[in-house]
C-alpha cells in the first residue's frame, strides 16, 4: 500500500528552465509534506517543508505548492541549476514532532547544460 | 545546525558476525531517532523507531532480535545487526528530529553495509 507516490522515476531539465516534481498521496491523516534531495550513498538532505494549512511555501528557488482537495503536491525549483541533480523525495508525515516519514519512491532530476 | 552523524560510513563483515552503526545528532537532542534502509534505486524503508530510554518500535516485517536498537542518551542511537547474512547488505540510514514541535527530520550520511 505505497500511500506516498512519485509516478515519475526521472525527470530531465534544461538549466535554467523550471523543474516540476510532483508526489501524490493517498491518506488524509498527512498533516506535513517534506521535500528532500538525495546524492548517491549519501544522506537524504532536507529542502522544504509545508503544513497541510497551507497551500504554498517559498524559500529561494525552491516552491512546494499543496492541492489537499486532489490529494497532490509539487516542488517547483526556478531555475534550474546543475546542482540540483540527484533524487528527490517527497514525504509525508501525520502530525508535530518527531513522527515518522512515509516517502515516496523517489524522482532522478537531471538538469541538462 | 542540525547536524547528524553516522559511524563508520563503510564496513565489510563476514557472515555471522555483528555490526553496530552509531547515529549521533552533533548540535540537538534527539528524544526520537529513526533507522532506514535503502535497497539500490529503492525508497528508503524505515526499519524502527528508536526512543531514548524505552524500547524501540518495530515496523511490521522488521526482526527487531536481529536489528537491535538502542538510545542510551539524547544524542546517541545504535543499530546492531546480529549474524549479519549477505541479504543484508544495504545502505542504512539514520535520521533525527529536534525535540519539539518541528517536524523536519535531519539525516545522517548512511552506512554502506557489506556482508561476505
Known amino acids: 500500500d505505497q500511500q506516498v507516490k512519485q509516478n515519475s522515476p526521472s525527470l530531465s531539465v534544461q538549466e535554467g528552465r523550471i523543474s516540476i516534481l510532483n508526489c501524490d498521496y493517498t491518506?488524509?491523516?498527512?498533516?506535513?509534506f517534506l521535500w528532500y534531495k538525495k546524492y548517491p550513498a549519501e544522506g537524504p538532505t532536507f529542502l522544504i517543508s509545508?503544513?497541510?494549512?497551507?497551500d504554498k511555501n517559498e524559500d529561494g528557488r525552491f516552491t512546494v505548492f499543496l492541492n489537499k482537495s486532489a490529494k497532490h503536491l509539487s516542488l517547483h525549483i526556478v531555475p534550474s541549476q546543475p546542482g540540483d541533480s540527484a533524487v528527490y523525495f517527497c514525504?509525508?508525515?501525520?502530525?508535530?514532532?518527531?513522527?515518522?516519514?512515509?516517502f515516496g519512491q523517489g524522482t532522478r532530476l537531471t538538469i541538462n547544460p | 545546525g542540525a547536524v547528524v552523524s553516522q559511524h563508520p560510513s563503510w564496513v565489510i563483515c563476514k557472515s555471522g558476525t555483528s555490526v553496530k552503526i552509531e547515529c549521533r545528532s552533533l548540535?540537538?537532542?534527539?528524544?526520537?531517532m529513526f533507522w532506514y534502509r535503502q535497497f539500490p534505486k529503492q525508497s528508503l524503508m524505515l526499519m524502527a523507531t528508536?526512543?531514548?530510554?524505552?524500547?524501540?518500535?518495530?515496523e511490521q516485517g522488521v526482526e527487531k532480535d536481529k536489528f537491535l536498537i538502542n538510545h542510551a542518551s539524547l544524542t546517541l542511537s545504535t543499530l546492531t545487526v546480529t549474524s549479519a547474512h549477505p541479504e543484508d547488505s544495504s545502505f542504512y540510514i539514520c535520521?533525527?528530529?529536534?525535540?519539539?514541535?518541528?517536524?523536519?527530520?535531519?539525516f545522517g550520511p548512511g552506512t554502506r553495509l557489506t556482508v561476505t
Open positions: 491518506n488524509s491523516m498527512f498533516d506535513y
Open positions: 528508536s526512543n531514548e530510554g524505552s524500547k524501540a518500535t518495530y
Open positions: 548540535d540537538f537532542q534527539a528524544t526520537t
Open positions: 509545508i503544513s497541510s494549512i497551507k
Open positions: 514525504a509525508a508525515t501525520p502530525g508535530q514532532g518527531a513522527q515518522k516519514l512515509v
Open positions: 535520521s533525527a528530529g529536534e525535540t519539539g514541535m518541528r517536524v523536519e527530520q535531519y
